[in-house]
């Protein structure tokens, strides 16, 4: 049985930093796409990052240059680091593996 399970959520002020995981079990991820997606109260959910095994990662425009996405294949993990935090970052974010694997979100709320 897969399982995508996702840690690391919390409440945060603006311009503070958080870091995500996302552990991935019962199969292997290693060459699958794997990455981030969030939904905000009212909103669609919206792809934040996503990468390959190979190194390519991919962005959306409001997060480049303050979100960092890695992964460690050998533990079938990946990472989301969230550096300058806003508070239209507040949203929950669901860890994805492909091709149709998903978590069960961890809320992330920026506010002072």
């Known amino acids: 049985q897969v399982q995508l399970v996702e840690s690391g959520g919390g409440l945060v002020q603006p311009g503070g930093s958080l870091r995500l995981s996302c552990a991935a079990s019962g199969r292997d991820f290693s060459i699958s796409v794997m990455g981030w997606y969030r939904q905000a109260p009212g909103k669609q959910r919206e792809l934040v990052a996503s990468?390959?095994?190979?190194?390519?990662?991919n962005y959306v425009d409001s997060v480049k240059g303050r979100f960092t996405i890695s992964r460690d294949n050998a533990r079938n993990t990946v990472y989301l680091q969230m550096n300058s935090l806003r508070p239209e970052d507040t949203a929950v974010y669901y860890c994805y593996a492909g091709p149709r694997f998903w978590g069960q979100g961890t809320q992330v709320t920026v506010s002072s």
């Open positions: 990468c390959l095994s190979s190194g390519w990662t």
